[in-house]
């Protein structure tokens, strides 16, 4: 239920805001993000409201993903999704932030 209230929110400010959502725990972080990109995958047209498939902004992001550490995050980044938590590396978090 929360993901999906999570994920409606996004999807109301995709392409026009950042968002910002807190969760209780690291695992919960990796499992909603996930969630999130799985409900944008599964939405017709929905992930490229979060990064225009052709842009140099989603180039940019594969290659940053492509130098994390964290597994997570290289999922992520590639659709405009991040992580952030203290159990990152100081590098991946940097890159998030």
């Known amino acids: ?24 725990s690291r695992a919960d972080t990796a499992k909603t993000a996930l969630a999130l990109r799985d409900a944008f995958l599964n939405t017709d047209g929905g992930i ?11 180039e940019i992001l594969q290659e940053e993903a492509d130098t994390t550490k ?19 590396n100081r590098t991946d978090r940097n890159l998030v932030e």
């Open 48 to 58: 490229n409201l979060l990064v225009k498939p052709d842009s140099a902004t989603r």
């Open 1 to 24: 239920l929360m993901n999906q209230i999570c994920f409606e929110k996004v999807l109301a400010r995709a392409g026009k805001q950042q968002v910002l959502i807190f969760v209780h």
């Open 70 to 88: 964290n597994e997570t995050l290289q999922k992520l980044l590639p659709y405009g999704l991040a992580i952030h938590h203290a159990g990152m």
